[in-house]
């Protein structure tokens, strides 16, 4: 009986196998990979705490030190407040006021307010009555002081008015000048208000004492008129009263034929 091919082919396998020299098969090692640095991760609360209080102690101090700059700071604008001068002065207006009043005074008629020229027009318009001058020069005298007491009563007058006339000016200041006290940003300024408000005060004064001084004057000259006036009036009726020559007879024409 002839073969089937199948089981041909597995013989010649079989043979073939045994044929061949046989060769230990190669030995085989395991590789294992060691890692070069093993993790070890490992939680401590107490560092962790420790981190964190330092950080809020160092976040605290940046705060403190931001506290101390911006009072530094308000410090420098609070000097710097203190130290701006007051935008406003009065001084122009003040010695203005003085002016015009020195200009009045300056006016004074017949008698100015000068020491040496009192005495000097004083002893002649208000000394003794010399009792050689005649009855004109008496008369002329007289007019002469009578226009001299009219002249210090219009100067006094004056002044009066120019001083009344400072008055609007005055107010106007002062309100400026308290309104520039009130609003004032530091001390400096407000210093300088006060001080522009008390040389105010300095001007008023001033002006009083120039009324008062003009006022004493028209006084003392009227004063002085009349007791200059009763002296010449004892000098004209001691000669109205002193005996003289008696009547003399004379021809007397009546008519022109």
């Known amino acids: 009986m002839r073969a089937r091919p199948a089981q041909t082919c597995r013989a010649a396998y079989v043979a073939l196998l045994l044929a061949a020299p046989i060769v230990a098969p190669p030995l085989i090692t395991p590789l294992l990979i060691t890692p070069a640095v093993a993790l070890d991760i490992v939680h401590d609360p107490w560092n962790y705490t420790q981190n964190i209080l330092a950080a809020a102690r160092a976040l605290e101090q ?20 203190n130290l701006a001068s007051l935008p406003h002065s009065s001084l122009q207006q003040i010695l203005q006021s003085v002016q015009r009043t020195q200009q009045l005074l300056g006016q004074a008629q017949s008698l100015a307010f ?13 000394g003794t009555i010399p009792l050689s001058a005649s009855d004109a020069e ?3 005298g007289a007019r002469v002081r009578w226009q001299t007491t009219v002249g210090g009563l219009q100067d006094a007058l004056r002044v009066q008015a120019g001083v009344v006339g400072n008055v609007d000016a005055n107010k106007a200041e002062m309100a400026t000048l308290l309104s520039q006290s009130q609003g004032a940003t ?19 004064l001033s002006d009083l004492i120039a009324v008062m001084s003009a006022n004493g004057r028209a006084a003392a000259l009227s004063e002085a008129e009349r007791a200059t006036a009763a002296e010449q009036g004892r000098e004209q009726r001691r ?5 003289g020559a ?12």
Not at 114 to 126: A, E, N
Not at 239 to 243: A, D, G, N
Request: aromatic letters at 6%; proline letters at 1%.
């Open 138 to 140: 008496l008369v002329a």
């Open 114 to 126: 000068d020491v040496g020229q009192i005495d000097q027009v004083f002893q002649q318009r208000y």
């Open 186 to 204: 530091g001390a400096l300024q407000a210093t300088q208000a006060g001080n522009q408000l008390l040389a105010l005060q300095s001007q008023q």
């Open 246 to 257: 008696g009547y003399q007879a004379g021809n007397a024409r009546m008519f022109s034929n």
């Open 239 to 243: 000669r109205f009263l002193t005996p």
């Open 62 to 81: 940046i705060n403190h030190q931001i506290t101390s700059l911006q009072n530094e700071a308000q410090m420098l604008i609070n000097q710097a407040r």
